[in-house]
């Protein structure tokens, strides 16, 4: 069974810049979730979805972050424009039906740099 | 808000035990978990417990919960050089809104 595939693993752009991260969750996993994980810190949950509706978005910062999961499927995170504290590492993660004893499966991440 | 905390880092010995240690301030968590990080991966879930319990064990790993000082442990037996990595405690309420520690960093000396 595939993993949870990310891209792209790493990316490098200077402040006020846009960046898109695409996420591919694995197959059947309704429920998706995009992290944060700023350096020395543990994930922060940014927004869940459930299908392709969205069940918590409460630590998104929606005036410059949005995320989309159109078809329920795979998912895309934008940041626009790009902030030096917007460098992290953004997860992205998928479960079965989002109950709490589910394993959540990591994807391997993606490393942005904001210059 | 939801509050994990967790050390920041451990040392010990290949072959001793380790403990890591974690507290939290929600009452009405009811899931705990625990994480594994290791360099440029993502999360592995490696446990978790279900608030009505206080320890379980699987393989080298034991897991106890006092519910009561709201403090979670992971005792790792028999530590190997592979068990290096980052360790997160996690809680959740139960629909998966999962609230991270900061992590603590165990390195093994072999």
């Known amino acids: 069974e595939a993993g949870v595939a990310q891209s792209p693993r790493y990316k490098i752009i200077e402040k006020r810049q846009s960046v898109a991260f695409w996420c591919n969750p694995i197959?059947?996993?309704?429920?998706l979730y995009w992290y944060q994980q700023i350096l020395g810190q543990g994930p922060k949950l940014l927004i869940q979805?459930?299908?392709?509706?969205?069940?918590?978005d409460s630590q998104l910062p929606k005036d410059r972050f949005s995320a989309e999961r159109l078809k329920g499927v795979d998912s895309t995170l934008k940041i626009q424009p790009a902030k030096l504290e917007d460098s992290a590492v953004y997860l992205c993660?998928?479960?079965?039906?989002?109950?709490?004893?589910?394993?959540?499966?990591f994807g391997p991440g993606t490393r942005l740099l904001v210059l | 808000g939801e509050d994990v905390e967790q050390s920041l880092f451990l040392s010990v010995r290949e072959g001793d035990s380790s403990v890591i240690n974690c507290t939290y301030t929600d009452s009405s968590s009811t899931y705990l978990y625990w994480y594994k990080q290791e360099p440029g991966a993502g999360l592995q879930l490696l446990t978790y417990i279900f608030s009505n319990m206080d320890m379980k064990q699987d393989q080298r790993l034991t897991v106890l919960l006092n519910k009561k000082d709201k403090h979670l442990s992971l005792r790792i037996a028999d530590t190997q050089t592979g068990d290096s990595a980052i360790y997160f405690c996690a809680e959740s309420g139960g629909y998966q809104k999962v609230t991270f520690g900061t992590g603590t960093k165990l390195q093994v000396i072999p």
């Open positions: 979805f459930q299908n392709n509706g969205v069940v918590d």
């Open positions: 197959s059947g996993h309704a429920t």
């Open positions: 993660a998928s479960s079965s039906r989002g109950q709490g004893e589910e394993t959540q499966y």
